[in-house]
C-alpha cells in the first residue's frame, strides 16, 4: 500500500504501551498489516532479549523430530515419552511389517476356509509371527536404534521387555483377529497362542548362546517339520491336542523361568546384540 | 544485495530457507507480539503463541497462496493460535481494553480520517459489546464460531450483534 501516511514516535510509544482506544489501535493494526516501513518503526517498542528467547524456542522445535502418528496415539493411551519412543523405534512395529504380517495370516485363514488342511495350514503359520516378530525387534541387523541401545542408561531388561511385550501384543491381536473371523472350531482361534509362546520365549532364553534372529529361524524350521510330520501321521491334529498344548505350556514356562533367571545377562546380550 | 521482499522470504522458507526464515521472524515477530498483548495480557502466553505462530509458518508455508499481504497471512496463523492458546488454558479473552476517560485528540482525527474517513467516529459510538464484534470479525478476520469463542458468546450471538453493529453504521452514514 502506497500511503504517505506513517505512524510517528510518539503514536508507536502509545501502540505499544497499549495507552490507544480500541478504534485507534484497530486503525493503527489495520495500517501496520499492509506497510513495511511502519512495521519497522513499531521493532524498537519491543525488547530484542525477548524476540531472541522466543527465535531459540522455535529453532528448537523446528529441529526436533516430529512424533509420528503411532508415537501420537501411544501419547494418547497414556503411555510415557520416552517408551513411546522406544516403541516407535521398534522395526517389527512398523507398519510394513504389521501390514505383511496380517497379509500372511490373512491368506492362512482364507485358506483356512476351505477345509482341514487349510486350518492346519493356520495353526501352523500363526504361531510363526510372533517369533519373527521379537526376532527383528533386537539386534544390529534390524534395530535402526542398535547402537544407541547399546549406550544408553536405560535398564536392558526394560527395554527387552517392553519391546517384546508391545510385539506379542500387537501380532497377537493381529492373528487373533484373523483366526475368529475364519470358520472353524471352537478351540481353533487360541490352540496356536500356547506354540507361539513357547517358541518366543525359548528364542529369548537361547540367547545367550545364539543371536535371536538365528535362533528364531531355527525354531520355526524345527516347528515347521514337526507340524509336518504331525500333520501326515494324524488326520486330527494331536500337535494341538491337550497333551501337546500342556507340553507347549511347560516349555514356555521353562524358557519363561530361565529368561527372568538370567534376565541381566540375557537382556544385555540381547538388546546389545551378541557379537 | 537488496534486500527480500517477504514473499521471496516465504518461497525460501518453503525450500527451507533457515536464513530465509530467520529474517522473516525479526521482520515480522514485533508486531506481532505488539497486537497480542493487545489481546492478552499475560507476556508469558504471548511469546508462547509467537513461538506457536512461527513453527506453524515453518511447516505450513507452501500453504501461502502467494496473495495478499504476507502480514496478513501471519496474523490469520497468529490470531488462530492465540484463540487455541485461551481454549487450552479456559479463559475468555478480555473484550477490547481500553483506557478510560483518553480525550479523542486532533491527530487521532486526522489517523482515523485517512484510515476509515467518517468510520472512526462511527466505530466510536458503537457499545463496547458490538464493537468487540466488529473487531473480532472484521478486524481480526475471524469467522463468526471463532468470535464467539473468543469473547466468551454463542455464534448466534455474535451474528445478531454484527448485524445491529452494521444497521447502526449504515444508520450513521446515511444520516
Given at each position: 500500500m502506497t500511503t504517505a501516511w506513517h505512524l510517528d514516535?510518539?503514536?508507536?510509544?502509545?501502540y505499544a504501551a497499549g495507552a490507544t482506544d480500541g478504534v485507534l489501535a484497530a486503525s493503527v493494526e489495520a495500517h501496520v498489516v499492509a506497510c513495511g516501513e511502519c512495521r519497522r518503526r513499531l521493532a524498537p517498542a519491543v525488547d530484542r532479549g525477548r524476540l531472541g528467547t522466543?527465535?531459540?524456542?522455535?529453532?528448537?522445535?523446528?529441529?526436533?523430530?516430529?512424533?509420528?502418528?503411532?508415537?501420537?496415539?501411544?501419547?494418547?493411551?497414556?503411555?510415557?515419552?520416552?517408551t513411546a519412543r522406544l516403541l516407535a523405534a521398534t522395526p517389527s512395529l512398523r507398519a510394513s511389517w504389521l501390514g505383511a504380517v496380517a497379509a500372511v495370516l490373512a491368506f492362512a485363514a482364507f485358506a483356512a476356509g476351505s477345509g482341514p488342511h487349510g486350518q492346519l495350514l493356520f495353526l501352523t503359520v500363526a504361531p510363526l509371527a510372533p517369533v519373527a516378530g521379537v526376532a527383528l525387534a533386537f539386534g544390529r541387523a534390524g534395530d535402526p536404534t542398535y547402537e544407541m541401545a547399546v549406550a544408553t542408561p536405560y535398564s536392558a531388561f526394560r527395554l527387552l521387555m517392553v519391546r517384546t511385550v508391545a510385539v506379542l501384543a500387537t501380532t497377537i491381536a493381529i492373528a487373533v483377529t484373523a483366526a475368529v473371523v475364519m470358520a472353524g472350531p471352537g478351540w481353533f482361534a487360541v490352540a496356536w497362542l500356547l506354540p507361539a509362546l513357547a517358541l518366543t520365549a525359548t528364542t529369548l532364553a537361547l540367547a545367550e548362546r545364539v543371536e535371536p534372529v538365528y535362533a528364531a529361524a531355527g525354531l520355526s524350521i524345527?516347528?515347521?517339520t514337526v507340524a509336518l510330520t504331525a500333520w501326515r501321521a494324524t488326520a486330527v491334529p494331536a500337535l494341538f491336542g491337550p497333551a501337546a498344548q500342556l507340553a507347549f505350556l511347560a516349555v514356555a514356562m521353562l524358557a519363561c523361568v530361565e529368561v527372568v533367571r538370567r534376565r541381566d545377562r540375557l537382556a544385555y546380550l540381547i538388546v546389545g546384540g551378541a557379537s | 544485495?537488496?534486500?527480500?521482499?517477504?514473499?521471496?522470504?516465504?518461497?525460501?522458507?518453503?525450500?527451507?530457507?533457515?536464513?530465509?526464515?530467520?529474517?522473516?521472524?525479526?521482520?515480522?515477530?514485533?508486531?506481532?507480539?505488539?497486537?497480542?498483548?493487545?489481546?492478552?495480557?499475560?507476556?508469558?502466553?504471548?511469546?508462547?503463541?509467537?513461538?506457536?505462530?512461527?513453527?506453524?509458518?515453518?511447516?505450513?508455508?507452501?500453504?501461502?497462496?502467494?496473495?495478499?499481504?504476507?502480514?496478513?497471512?501471519?496474523?490469520?496463523?497468529?490470531?488462530?493460535?492465540?484463540?487455541?492458546?485461551?481454549?487450552?488454558?479456559?479463559?475468555?479473552?478480555?473484550?477490547?481494553?481500553?483506557?478510560?476517560?483518553?480525550?479523542?485528540?486532533?491527530?487521532?482525527?486526522?489517523?482515523?480520517?485517512?484510515?476509515?474517513?467518517?468510520?472512526?467516529?462511527?466505530?466510536?459510538?458503537?457499545?463496547?459489546?458490538?464493537?468487540?464484534v466488529v473487531q473480532a470479525t472484521v478486524l481480526d478476520g475471524l469467522t463468526t464460531k471463532e468470535a464467539g469463542r473468543l469473547l466468551g458468546i454463542p455464534a448466534g450471538t455474535v451474528k445478531t450483534r454484527m448485524m445491529r453493529a452494521r444497521a447502526l453504521l449504515r444508520e450513521e452514514f446515511v444520516r
Open positions: 514516535q510518539d503514536l508507536v510509544r502509545r522466543v527465535w531459540a524456542g522455535i529453532a528448537d522445535t523446528v529441529d526436533t523430530p516430529r512424533a509420528g502418528g503411532f508415537e501420537r496415539l501411544l501419547h494418547l493411551v497414556g503411555i510415557r515419552p520416552d524345527g516347528w515347521l | 544485495m537488496t534486500e527480500r521482499s517477504d514473499a521471496q522470504l516465504i518461497a525460501a522458507v518453503v525450500d527451507g530457507d533457515r536464513r530465509a526464515f530467520e529474517e522473516l521472524y525479526h521482520r515480522h515477530a514485533p508486531w506481532l507480539v505488539l497486537r497480542f498483548s493487545r489481546r492478552c495480557a499475560n507476556p508469558a502466553m504471548v511469546d508462547e503463541v509467537l513461538q506457536d505462530t512461527f513453527v506453524a509458518v515453518w511447516r505450513s508455508a507452501r500453504k501461502w497462496d502467494g496473495r495478499g499481504e504476507v502480514a496478513a497471512w501471519l496474523w490469520g496463523i497468529g490470531i488462530r493460535r492465540l484463540l487455541d492458546a485461551f481454549r487450552h488454558r479456559g479463559a475468555v479473552m478480555e473484550a477490547v481494553s481500553e483506557p478510560s476517560g483518553t480525550a479523542i485528540s486532533a491527530e487521532e482525527h486526522v489517523l482515523l480520517g485517512v484510515e476509515y474517513g467518517d468510520l472512526g467516529d462511527a466505530l466510536r459510538r458503537l457499545s463496547p459489546e458490538l464493537r468487540a
